[in-house]
């Protein structure tokens, strides 16, 4: 599966952004979906997931209540939704799939998009 994230962008703390993930290939609902951001200097991290079916979703706990992960399976797509967002959200965003089970962990997806940068200035 190809991935292509999208939606990223400057925005002041408190905003919102929409991230969009588009998935070519016919086995998208096969597939756990992930969000990941790498902050400058930083470590890849885990940002949220969700199950195939979508009926399970995870969090890291910096966003919780602030996030918002959904997929459709009808259009190949998985959304992060980024509601009152702090300039530590700052990051590369990238979304990721993972053929077997939903994972908070990188090294478990296959694939991944090419990520898009979210800034947050204060």
């Known amino acids: 599966v190809q991935l292509q994230a999208s939606g990223g962008g400057l925005v002041q703390a408190g905003g919102s952004l929409r991230l969009s993930c588009a998935a070519s290939g016919r086995t998208f609902s096969t597939y756990a979906l992930g969000w990941f951001r790498q902050p400058p200097g930083k470590e890849r991290e885990f940002v949220a997931a969700?199950?195939?079916?979508?009926?399970?979703?995870f969090y890291a706990d910096s966003v919780k209540g602030r996030f918002t992960i959904s997929r459709d399976n009808a259009k190949n797509t998985v959304i992060l939704q980024m509601n009152t967002l702090k300039p530590e959200d700052t990051a590369v965003y990238f979304c990721?799939?993972?053929?077997?089970?939903?994972?908070?962990?990188?090294?478990?997806?296959?694939?991944w998009g090419q990520g898009t940068q979210v800034t947050v200035s204060s």
């Open positions: 990721a799939a993972d053929p077997t089970v939903v994972s908070r962990i990188a090294a478990e997806y296959d694939y």
């Open positions: 969700i199950s195939r079916n979508g009926r399970s979703t």
